[in-house]
């Protein structure tokens, strides 16, 4: 449906996209992934030629949109996009909203784009928003609404630039409902995404983005679980891990538990696990392991949380030789760190810098 031959985009002071080559299948459904500055919204914004690619070619249906002469207006009609804000006309109510451009652009009556605006509102869960004005509803009502408007279009695949990154929390999951939705009827859609979890259940292909071209290209299983290439490893592992190192007695104490509830609110983890993890690491490390440990002392603290379980795994290493934490003489901390935990294992391994391992799973 889409082939992409060798893009690349120049800005004066940026090459984000080198060399890009790929193909997009009627029905695929792709998230695209990677660092920040990697080019994943420039990619979406030279797909539909909203910013004309430096070189190279893209195919839609074997039309050549970045040919000289090309109409445009009429290949772009079978896309549609969803950014991260919704864009809306203000001074419209929703129906309005949605039936514009059907209208004034596919010739349809005023009629059958209120019928077919209807049906979408009914889709996206809004029929009884239809008269509303875009700023008497939520941030995911409206999302929900630009969905719908852009699928009065009609359009053969949909691009989504970060469609819930300007959302709340609460409201995430419903628009991820709604795509969710789209993805079971088998609409083709390409989702730059940085929720994660949502990018693994809905697509059935991943874009990892890297170096100027879509770096790694394979299903969630592969890109989650078993990247093939180095980048990709790096980035999915710094995605699924919180490390933090612990050098003075005097650490930040207050930083490390936001940085924990951060990373939680990211993998969504839920607040009672949060609080399990932040308890658990302040009775280990503050109470029970820091009094034992001299001043040249180390710490590296690693938190990952695996989906699959709903289950974080803490690891404390840190030097000193052989003090087992669940011989302490703290047994209030002790008892609360197992209170916060599934289970606690002491290891000494003499073969590391740092000689001690304590991990504990939490839930
Ligand atoms: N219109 C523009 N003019 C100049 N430089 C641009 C323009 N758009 C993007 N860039 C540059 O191109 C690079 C890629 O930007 P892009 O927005 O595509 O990244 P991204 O992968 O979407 O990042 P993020 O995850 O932060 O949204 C960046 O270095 C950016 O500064
Ligand atoms: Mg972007």
Redesign the pocket.
């Known amino acids: 449906m889409i082939r992409i031959e060798h893009l690349r985009k120049e800005y004066p002071k940026a090459i984000p996209l080198k060399d890009v080559n790929v193909e997009i299948r009627k029905g695929d459904v792709i998230s695209v992934i990677g660092p920040s500055g990697t080019g994943?919204?420039t990619l979406i914004r030279c797909i539909n030629m909203l910013d004309p690619p430096t070189s190279g070619k893209i195919f839609i249906d074997d039309e050549e949109i970045t040919a000289k002469g090309c109409d445009i207006a009429r290949l772009r009609r079978k896309m549609g996009m969803v950014f991260q804000h919704f864009n809306l006309f203000p001074h419209m109510t929703v129906i309005e909203n949605i039936m514009t451009a059907p209208v004034d652009l596919l010739g349809k009556t005023k009629q059958e784009a209120y019928d077919k605006g209807m049906e979408l509102l009914r889709t996206v869960g809004l029929a009884d928003k239809a008269l509303s004005y875009p700023n008497d509803l939520s941030g995911g009502q409206k999302q929900r609404v630009a969905i719908a408007r852009t699928l009065a279009m009609e359009p053969e695949i949909i691009l989504f630039?970060?469609p819930t990154s300007a959302l709340d929390p609460t409201m995430i999951g419903e628009v991820q409902a709604v795509i969710r939705d789209l993805a079971k009827r088998g609409t083709t859609m390409i989702i730059?995404t940085h929720e994660m979890k949502f990018a693994r259940e809905v697509c059935n292909r991943v874009f990892y983005m890297d170096q100027g071209e879509v770096y790694e290209d394979g299903p969630p299983e592969q890109i989650f679980d078993n990247p093939q290439k180095e980048r990709t490893r790096q980035f999915i592992r710094r995605l699924k891990v919180l490390e933090y190192t612990i050098d003075s007695k005097d650490f930040d104490f207050i930083g490390l538990n936001t940085k924990i509830e951060e990373f939680g609110r990211k993998h969504r983890i839920s607040q009672k696990t949060i609080y399990n993890i932040q308890s658990y690491v302040e009775e280990m490390c503050v109470q029970i392991l820091l009094p034992q440990i001299d001043n040249r002392f180390e710490m590296l603290i690693t938190l990952e949380y695996s989906e699959e379980k709903d289950e974080a795994n803490v690891v404390i290493r840190y030097n000193g030789n052989g003090f087992d934490p669940l011989q302490t003489e703290n047994e209030l901390s002790l008892l609360l760190a197992k209170k916060a935990t599934e289970s606690i294992v002491y290891q000494a391994e003499p073969e590391n810098v740092l000689y001690n391992r304590v991990s504990a799973e939490i839930r």
Do not use: R, Y
């Open positions: 994943k919204s630039d970060e730059v």
